[in-house]
């Protein structure tokens, strides 16, 4: 097949890990006779220095046209002054918006050869295999109104959060029909909603709709769970869940919990897809380490395993994404460690031969 993908390397380590899954993205093409177009663009921090905006209208242009956007990763300590005009990150939130990319997907799977890594007893995270769907063009991030003024206590700062009927029944339904899909392949078939139902009127409604979709899908569990017992609950009894579903907030900060689960945030990826057929943006949950940039040292393994929910989700190749994920979890099982993952005394690889590895075992 011929597809068109948009990379946005972005700041910090984004462009070591996006040059890894590049390479990845050709030796798949070339093994299986595809041609993927690959094209980069300017996104983040970078393009802010370059063009004062951090979602150049030619950057979204480029990821409009393609099949897919694959990401590294925006932001840093160069622009994240809080009284910055324009910040890094208001440019991830509006290629989100524009490609109406609402459900974040991102899958957290404990790979067998680095369960010693988590920082949770083996008992406890054995099992896991959680998938977030995370609301990601609503919610706080996107509220209006949304502002800073002075007031007589000095300055304040406001932010909205709201949920609509519409926008709560298309994410359940992507979180329903991926337990379904997943019980299908001997997975739990259940759904985990989590709100503050008990604070929040936006999630009393939430709560409210979550629970007529789910009587439209009688084959499936469910639950609702409030976010602070959620927090708990992921350290306490991770393996007691399968898909997870939450506001754009939530979603947030217990990925990132979840994340340490399975002892690297290197190793996640994800996927934020809108309507059927529209353009998929792939990217790992993690930021970009500007503490580690430049040194050929980062983890490429998260932007691989995007690049293989890219070639499931967005392109429809299954057997092709399959490929990929073997490929890593052979390389693990080998021993190649990049430095976040290894062991004090292993022996570490740097960003470019953790990549070769991959495609060597491709
Ligand atoms: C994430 C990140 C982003 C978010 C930031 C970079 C805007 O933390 O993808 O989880 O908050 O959504
Ligand atoms: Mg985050």
């Given amino acids: ?184 392949a001997g997975g739990q078939g259940k759904v985990t909603s989590v709100d503050k139902a008990n604070v929040l009127a936006s999630s009393r409604v939430w709560r409210e709709v979550a629970h007529e979709v789910a009587a439209e899908y009688p084959d499936i569990g469910y639950e609702d769970v409030l976010v602070d017992a959620m927090a708990m609950y992921l350290i306490n009894r991770p393996g007691d869940f399968d898909v997870v579903v939450t506001g754009n907030m939530f979603g947030d900060i217990l990925s990132d919990e979840a994340s340490m689960i399975t002892g690297s945030l290197g190793m996640l990826p994800s996927a934020s897809l809108g309507e059927a057929g529209s353009v998929g943006l792939y990217e790992p949950i993690h930021g970009s380490a500007p503490d580690i940039a430049g040194q050929g040292i980062a983890n490429p393994l998260a932007t691989i395993l995007s690049t293989a929910m890219m070639l499931r989700s967005s392109l429809g190749l299954e057997a092709e994404a399959g490929v990929v994920e073997t490929a890593v979890s052979q390389v693990l099982a080998a021993g190649h460690r990049t430095a976040d993952i290894a062991k004090p005394g292993e022996t570490k690889v740097g960003t470019q031969e953790m990549g070769d590895l991959v495609v060597a075992n491709l």
């Fill in 1 to 184: 097949m011929e597809a068109k993908i948009t990379l946005l390397p972005g700041d910090g380590i984004g462009p070591e890990v996006v040059a890894e899954a590049e390479k990845v993205l050709a030796a798949i093409a070339s093994k299986f006779g595809h041609t993927f177009a690959t094209q980069s663009a300017l996104a983040g921090g970078i393009a802010i220095d370059k063009t004062g905006n951090p979602l150049p209208e030619e950057t979204l242009g480029m990821c409009l046209e393609g099949n897919a956007v694959l990401l590294g990763a925006v932001g840093g300590p160069k622009w994240s002054d809080p009284t910055a005009k324009v910040r890094p990150e208001q440019g991830l939130l509006k290629l989100r918006k524009s490609l109406g990319a609402f459900a974040n997907i991102r899958p957290v799977r404990v790979f067998p050869a680095l369960a010693e890594a988590s920082p949770l007893k083996a008992d406890r995270v054995e099992n896991v295999d959680i998938v977030f769907v995370r609301e990601l063009t609503g919610g706080i991030y996107f509220g209006t109104p949304q502002g800073r003024e002075t007031v007589a206590n000095g300055r304040s700062g406001h932010d909205t959060m709201r949920y609509n009927e519409m926008e709560i029944k298309r994410v359940l339904r992507v979180a329903f029909t991926l337990a379904q899909q997943r019980k299908a």
